[in-house]
């Protein structure tokens, strides 16, 4: 069965840093992406940042501050979040990528709260 295991949300003061880790189950095989989307209340969820082999791609509102990283041997995916502001608030979700000959599937974390604010 997968599974997306998230960690590290929380609040944060406006300049502040936080720390956001998913670990995806040994039972996805191919994968091709892993990264992180947000979902701000009122809002449609939005890409973070994404890691594949070789690239990494961030949102331009993140460019800068957030730094995404991937452990291969491991499957996990951190997201590190430095100068925070307030428009960070969101749900952030996990996401991974899987890519076979025949299918592609994503995978959801059950997303983590991260609210700035002072």
């Known amino acids: 069965q997968v599974q997306l295991v998230e960690s590290g949300g929380g609040w944060v003061q406006p300049g502040g840093s936080l720390r956001l880790s998913c670990a995806a189950s040994a039972s996805i095989f191919n994968i091709v992406a892993m990264g992180w989307y947000r979902q701000a209340p009122g809002k449609e969820r939005e890409l973070v940042a994404t890691?594949?082999?070789?690239?990494?791609t961030y949102a331009d509102s993140v460019k800068g501050r957030f730094t995404i990283s991937r452990d291969y041997a491991k499957n996990t995916v951190d997201l590190q979040m430095n100068s925070m502001k307030p428009e960070d608030t969101a749900v952030y979700y996990c996401?991974?990528?899987?890519?076979?000959?025949?299918?592609?599937?994503?995978?959801w974390g059950q997303g983590t709260q991260v609210t700035v604010s002072s």
């Open positions: 890691v594949t082999t070789g690239s990494t």
């Open positions: 996401n991974v990528r899987e890519r076979t000959a025949t299918m592609t599937a994503d995978y």
